[in-house]
C-alpha cells in the first residue's frame, strides 16, 4: 500500500501523559499535514511541513503539542501532559508542491486514516 | 480563506444521482474548488477538483457556476457505500494549500 500511513490508530492515555503520534506520507510527496478532528466537526489544520521545514502553525497548536519531520520523510506528533480535551482523531496528510512561485496550487491532499487519542 | 456553505444533511435513494451544493461566494481568482469525502472512522478521501470548468473523473462530476459562486458535486448513481460526509472546501497557493473545512453535508443514500 503506497498511500499515507499512521500509527497507532488508537491510543488510549490517561491524563498528563505524553503520546507520540507517527505519519509516513506518500514517498514522493513534499508537503506534510496535520489536522485534529473532534466528532461531528470537520478536520481542523494544525501544522504543515514543506519537506523538513515547518512552516506553518495553527493558534490551536499549544505549546504541548510538538511536530517534526526530521530529514523531509516521516513526522511525528507529540502531546505533552494530555488533556481530556485533547481526545480527538488526529489525521495526516500528504501532497506534491509546485511551490507558491509556481502560481497556482492543485495538488491534492491524501490523508492518512487517522490516529484517534482518547484521553481518561 | 474562503469559507464554504453546505446544508448539513441529504438522503438519496440507490441508484439515483446524488447532487450536493456548496456555495463559496467569497472565493478568489487562484482558488479551486475541491470535494472530499469521509467515511466513518476513516480519513477524507479526495473525489474531485476544478477552477471554473466543469470536471468529470471515475468518481463524480463537478460543476462550478460561471461567477464561481457556487457548485454542485454530482455523484451519478449513488451506492449505499457512498454514505459519507462530503466537504467542499476553496484553496489555492496564498493559504498553502492546508484545507479549512467546514461541517460537510452528511449524505444518506438510502435502499
Known amino acids: 500500500d503506497t498511500g499515507v500511513s499512521q500509527d497507532p490508530r488508537h491510543k488510549i492515555t490517561k491524563r498528563g501523559q505524553n503520546v507520540t503520534f507517527r505519519c509516513d506520507p506518500i514517498?514522493?510527496?513534499?508537503?506534510l499535514y496535520w489536522y485534529r478532528q473532534t466528532l461531528g466537526q470537520g478536520p481542523e489544520f494544525l501544522t504543515y511541513?514543506?519537506?523538513?521545514?515547518?512552516?506553518?502553525k495553527s493558534r490551536l497548536l499549544s505549546d504541548r503539542f510538538s511536530a517534526e519531520r526530521p530529514k523531509g520523510s516521516f513526522s511525528t506528533l507529540e502531546i505533552q501532559r494530555t488533556e481530556q480535551g485533547d481526545s480527538a482523531m488526529y489525521l495526516c496528510?500528504?501532497?506534491?508542491?509546485?511551490?507558491?512561485?509556481?502560481?497556482?496550487?492543485?495538488?491534492?491532499?491524501?490523508f492518512g486514516p487517522g490516529t484517534r487519542l482518547t484521553v481518561t | 480563506d474562503a469559507k464554504t456553505t453546505q446544508p448539513p444533511s441529504m438522503d438519496c435513494a440507490e441508484g439515483r444521482a446524488a447532487n450536493l451544493p456548496c456555495n463559496h461566494s467569497?472565493?478568489?481568482?487562484?482558488?479551486?474548488v475541491y470535494w472530499y469525502r469521509q467515511i466513518h472512522s476513516q480519513g477524507p478521501q479526495y473525489i474531485i477538483h476544478?477552477?471554473?470548468n466543469n470536471e468529470t473523473n471515475e468518481m463524480a462530476s463537478l460543476i462550478i457556476t460561471e461567477d464561481r459562486k457556487s457548485s454542485t458535486l454530482i455523484l451519478p448513481h449513488a451506492t449505499l457505500r457512498d454514505t459519507a460526509v462530503y466537504y467542499c472546501?476553496?484553496?489555492?497557493?496564498?493559504?498553502?494549500?492546508?484545507?479549512?473545512f467546514g461541517d460537510g453535508t452528511t449524505l444518506t443514500v438510502k435502499p
Open positions: 514517498s514522493e510527496h513534499n508537503r
Open positions: 476544478g477552477l471554473k
Open positions: 496528510a500528504s501532497s506534491l508542491s509546485w511551490g507558491e512561485l509556481a502560481g497556482l496550487e492543485t495538488y491534492e491532499q491524501y
Open positions: 467569497t472565493i478568489s481568482g487562484n482558488e479551486y
Open positions: 472546501i476553496v484553496r489555492g497557493y496564498t493559504n498553502a494549500g492546508k484545507s479549512t
Open positions: 511541513f514543506q519537506n523538513e521545514a515547518q512552516l506553518e
